[in-house]
């Protein structure tokens, strides 16, 4: 008697799609700590630089 094959029937391409879905965010958590620090530095650089001319607006400005 022949046995019968299965068939492939989908296949999936990407970083481990057979994984559960918190396989998928292995990928998502250091992108977005890297994507905070990031703005977090972005941020600070703006507001120092808006203090920085305020400060020197107001020396300006005594003078």
């Known amino acids: 008697m022949k046995k019968n094959k299965g068939k492939v029937l989908k296949v999936k391409y990407?970083?481990?799609p057979n994984s559960?879905?918190?396989g998928t965010l292995l990928?998502?958590?250091p992108v977005s700590?890297?994507?905070v620090a990031a703005l977090v530095n972005v941020v600070s650089v703006i507001l120092m630089d808006t203090k920085g001319k305020s400060k020197?607006?107001?020396e300006k400005n005594k003078k």
């Open 14 to 16: 990407g970083y481990n």
């Open 20 to 22: 559960s879905s918190v």
């Open 27 to 29: 990928l998502a958590f």
């Open 33 to 35: 700590l890297f994507v």
């Open 56 to 58: 020197k607006d107001e």
